[in-house]
């Protein structure tokens, strides 16, 4: 991987103005295709729920048809919630001590969180962590990538965006190897394009106020990333949150770039 660019644009507005929260749809410049190849993913996975109201892991990737179990290690019962741009609903409850299985059939893209420790803010797409959760700040949500051949996929070039607000357009993208992912700030602050801590790739750039800056992912994986300026990493938990202050508070400014081969 390299970072390619750097530069300022003051027709960012006109150039990435419709992103939308978790969609990988895309088209023109974008380079978007269906292609998305579960070859080499599992077909089950278990998210457990310690004993504090968060998901581990927070990101996986399953093959289309695969199935994840929900594992309650909680003192409290839990859902788990898909949020309304997933391409299937679904609601389970996860009592103390129990496990409950999802089927995931259809390729895409799934956010899911927890409605009894976090709200889905239907404006900014974002799940923020009600006051009293045991991570707060920290929101109780997670990512799946289901991948299999209609997955709408990015190739060659893709966008993000950050508004003039602390949060990145869209939460989660899935590109092929070799994509260029550029980022373009329509914020008046700059931000910043970190990976997270113990990652297998780390970078880190700045995305300048009104400008853009660019990366080509040439290796397969998950990668989270976060902006410093907005966010911290919290290493006992091992999860990004918000800094006080930050314009989306409590949600954290995250974002996660799935790269397949």
Same mark, same amino acid.
Request: proline letters at 6%.
């Given at each position: 991987?390299? =970072?390619?660019?750097?530069?300022?644009?003051?027709?960012?507005?006109?150039?990435?103005?419709?992103?939308?929260?978790?969609?990988?749809?895309?088209?023109?410049?974008?380079?978007?295709?269906? =292609?998305?190849?579960?070859?080499?993913?599992?077909?089950?996975?278990?998210?457990?729920?310690?004993?504090?109201?968060?998901?581990?892991?927070?990101?996986?990737?399953?093959?289309?048809?695969?199935?994840?179990?929900?594992?309650?290690?909680?003192?409290?019962?839990?859902?788990?919630?898909?949020?309304?741009?997933?391409?299937?609903?679904?609601?389970?409850?996860?009592?103390?001590?129990?496990?409950?299985?999802?089927?995931?059939?259809?390729?895409?893209? +799934?956010?899911?969180?927890?409605?009894?420790?976090?709200? +889905?803010?239907?404006?900014?797409?974002?799940?923020?962590?009600?006051?009293?959760?045991?991570?707060?700040?920290?929101?109780?949500?997670?990512?799946?990538?289901?991948?299999?051949?209609?997955?709408?996929?990015?190739?060659?070039?893709?966008?993000?965006?950050?508004?003039?607000?602390?949060?990145?357009?869209?939460?989660?993208?899935?590109?092929?190897?070799?994509?260029?992912?550029?980022?373009?700030?329509?914020?008046?602050?700059?931000?910043?394009?970190?990976?997270?801590?113990?990652?297998?790739?780390?970078?880190?750039?700045?995305?300048?106020?009104?400008?853009?800056?660019?990366?080509?992912?040439?290796?397969?994986?998950?990668?989270?990333?976060?902006?410093?300026?907005?966010?911290?990493? =919290?290493?006992?938990?091992?999860?990004?949150?918000?800094?006080?202050?930050?314009?989306? +508070?409590?949600?954290?400014?995250?974002?996660?770039?799935?790269?397949?081969?």
């Amino acid at each position: 991987m390299k =970072n390619l660019s750097t530069t300022r644009s003051l027709s960012a507005l006109a150039l990435f103005g419709a992103v939308a929260i978790l969609a990988s749809c895309g088209g023109g410049s974008n380079g978007s295709n269906s =292609n998305g190849s579960a070859a080499g993913l599992p077909s089950t996975a278990t998210v457990t729920i310690p004993k504090a109201d968060r998901f581990e892991p927070f990101l996986l990737e399953i093959a289309a048809g695969g199935a994840v179990t929900f594992t309650n290690q909680d003192a409290d019962a839990h859902t788990v919630v898909s949020m309304p741009t997933d391409p299937v609903d679904f609601k389970l409850l996860v009592e103390s001590g129990k496990s409950v299985k999802q089927t995931f059939s259809q390729p895409g893209i +799934y956010g899911y969180y927890c409605d009894a420790h976090s709200d +889905y803010d239907r404006v900014t797409g974002l799940i923020k962590a009600k006051k009293g959760a045991d991570a707060y700040p920290i929101s109780m949500y997670g990512v799946i990538l289901v991948a299999g051949d209609s997955l709408p996929l990015y190739a060659e070039k893709a966008k993000i965006v950050m508004p003039s607000a602390d949060r990145f357009e869209p939460l989660a993208i899935a590109v092929k190897r070799g994509t260029q992912v550029t980022w373009s700030n329509l914020d008046s602050d700059a931000h910043t394009v970190l990976t997270d801590p113990g990652e297998s790739l780390q970078f880190k750039f700045v995305v300048p106020a009104n400008g853009q800056a660019s990366y080509t992912f040439d290796k397969a994986g998950i990668y989270p990333y976060f902006c410093d300026a907005h966010a911290t990493w =919290n290493s006992e938990l091992k999860r990004v949150q918000a800094r006080v202050g930050s314009s989306e +508070y409590p949600a954290a400014m995250e974002g996660i770039v799935f790269v397949l081969p």
